[in-house]
T-cell receptor, first 110, second 108 residues
Framework: DAGVIQSPRHEVTEMGQEVTLRCKPISGHNSLFWYRQTMMRGLELLIYFNNNVPIDDSGMPEDRFSAKMPNASFSTLKIQPSEPRDSAVYFC????????FGPGTRLTVL | RKEVEQDPGPFNVPEGATVAFNCTYSNSASQSFFWYRQDCRKEPKLLMSVYSSGNEDGRFTAQLNRASQYISLLIRDSKLSDSATYLCVVIRGQNFVFGPGTRLSVLP
């Protein structure tokens, strides 16, 4: 199994642009989590899905952030419009007992 | 107060030293506990689960004290390759709550 796959691995964009982060979970893992990690705030849960249904999105910072999981093998996290304070590493993780993290997307908003 | 707290460090120790990290949690309903390890510019990965009776995996020992609401990680005979950030994780329902991590540097 290839593990959790995320793309892109790095993204540099300008303030105001739309950013879409992608995640392919491990097959058979029914829960998917999106996290954001910064030096100041550590690892923060943004949203998680169970069987493709969003369960808890209380960590989503504001309306500029949205996440979808149209099927069991794909999820997106979208930021529109992006701001410099969104610069962070965004991780996708799936769960079976423990949580398995993808390699992350390092986002820089200029 | 944060739900999970850790001393951020860094802990700088010589090779071969024994080092211990503590982690405190505020929610007594927390059910399960893990230690994750995160290398620089990499994703977190499971290091070990923490059981009520305490558990050992090679040079690593994890312990849980429910009464005082803290967990600990002990690393014996530390190696250069142990240099990383160690994240305490508390599970409440299906929520994994990560601590801010403790950075360890093992020096030659």
């Amino acid at each position: 199994d290839a593990g959790v796959i995320q793309s892109p691995r790095h993204e540099v964009t300008e303030m105001g642009q739309e950013v879409t982060l992608r995640c392919k979970p491990i097959s058979g893992h029914n829960s998917l989590f999106w996290y954001r990690q910064t030096m100041m705030r550590g690892l923060e849960l943004l949203i998680y899905f169970n069987n493709n249904v969003p369960i808890d999105d209380s960590g989503m910072p504001e309306d500029r952030f949205s996440a979808k999981m149209p099927n069991a093998s794909f999820s997106t996290l979208k930021i529109q419009p992006s701001e410099p304070r969104d610069s962070a590493v965004y991780f996708c993780a799936t769960q079976r007992g423990e949580q398995f993290f993808g390699p992350g997307t390092r986002l820089t908003v200029l | 107060r944060k739900e999970v707290e850790q001393d951020p460090g860094p802990f700088n120790v010589p090779e071969g030293a024994t080092v211990a990290f503590n982690c405190t949690y505020s929610n007594s309903a927390s059910q399960s506990f893990f230690w994750y390890r995160q290398d620089c510019r990499k994703e977190p990965k499971l290091l070990m689960s923490v059981y009520s009776s305490g558990n050992e995996d090679g040079r690593f020992t994890a312990q849980l004290n429910r009464a005082s609401q803290y967990i600990s990680l002990l690393i014996r005979d530390s190696k250069l390759s142990d240099s990383a950030t160690y994240l305490c994780v508390v599970i409440r329902g299906q929520n994994f709550v990560f601590g801010p991590g403790t950075r360890l540097s093992v020096l030659p």
